[in-house]
């Protein structure tokens, strides 16, 4: 599904508790998102991960846009032990407009 980045940035209200993204963005609670999509997954610099997310990531894994929306929906049903303390985005169009809202962070 086509997110819209436009109501994407809506949606990343609910991120902002704990996440930034754009210019100057720094890590908060959670990592910086600048570049997220397509990078390996725990890969922020300076960021100190759950052992889950970090394994994922050692393994190889990649945010891809599917990855992202399966981690999204349930954070803790996709990576359990996570420290992403958020129940998750339940409608499919909230996580595809959010991505894509990435999307305008990350190069293709
Ligand atoms: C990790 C996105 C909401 C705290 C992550 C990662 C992504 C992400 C993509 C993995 C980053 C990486 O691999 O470098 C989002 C989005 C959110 C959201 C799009 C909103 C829809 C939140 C909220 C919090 C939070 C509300 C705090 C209450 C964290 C933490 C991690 C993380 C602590 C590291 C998890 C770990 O090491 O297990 N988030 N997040 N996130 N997020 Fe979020």
């Known amino acids: ?33 600048n570049g997220i999509i ?6 922020v610099e300076g960021f100190s991960y759950s052992s889950v997310l ?4 050692a393994e190889g894994k990649t945010w891809t846009e599917e ?5 999204l929906e ?4 996709y990576a359990k032990g ?9 409608k499919e169009e909230e996580r595809a407009n959010v991505i894509a809202y990435l999307a305008t962070f990350s190069e293709e």
């Open 1 to 33: 599904q086509e997110g819209d980045a436009e109501k994407g940035e809506r949606v990343f209200r609910k991120c902002q508790a704990c996440h930034a993204v754009g210019e100057d963005a720094k890590n908060k609670v959670g990592p910086a998102l």
């Open 82 to 90: 996570t420290k992403m303390a958020f129940a998750g985005l339940r």
């Open 74 to 77: 349930k954070p803790r049903d």
């Open 38 to 43: 397509g990078s390996t997954i725990a890969s």
């Open 54 to 57: 970090a394994d994922m990531g």
């Open 67 to 71: 990855e992202l929306a399966a981690f």
